[in-house]
């Protein structure tokens, strides 16, 4: 079992900048591929960005390229999300999600066969 916890939501201004993590239990980490999806009031949730289990490789929504970098570090197990040039629409909650099997494509396309999710951090941008 897997139990990943988040943190570093806030309220910021609009440009403002925010850096999330996600901290992950678990041994084999390092082959979990890992994201973030967020849940806007009113809205269905949706992908953000992803990566592999190495880092090597990351695969972001086309809302976010640019202004969001998402980072691992497997030595401690933790996933980041820097996120820059916050605007008022990227307010929802964000969730960190781990699957040890889907590939990263699949991670996107079907976020409802990942098999871990953290309980979300609010991110608030004000205008």
């Known amino acids: 079992q897997v139990q990943l916890v988040e943190s570093g939501g806030g309220l910021v201004q609009a440009g403002g900048s925010l850096r999330l993590s996600c901290a992950a239990s678990?041994?084999?980490?390092?082959?979990?591929?890992m994201g973030w999806f967020r849940k806007a009031p009113g809205k269905e949730r949706e992908f953000v960005v992803g990566?592999?289990?190495?880092?090597?490789?990351?695969d972001y929504v086309d809302f976010v390229k640019g202004r969001f970098t998402i980072t691992r570090d497997n030595a401690k197990n933790t996933v980041y999300l820097q996120m820059n040039s916050l605007k008022p629409e990227d307010t929802a909650v964000y969730y960190c999600?781990?699957?040890?099997?889907?590939?990263?494509?699949?991670?996107?396309?079907?976020?409802?066969?990942?098999?871990?999710w953290g309980k979300g951090t609010p991110v608030t941008v004000s205008s």
């Open positions: 999600a781990a699957d040890p099997v889907i590939s990263l494509g699949y991670f996107r396309r079907s976020p409802t066969t990942v098999h871990y």
């Open positions: 678990g041994r084999t980490f390092s082959t979990y591929v």
């Open positions: 990566i592999s289990g190495s880092g090597d490789t990351t």
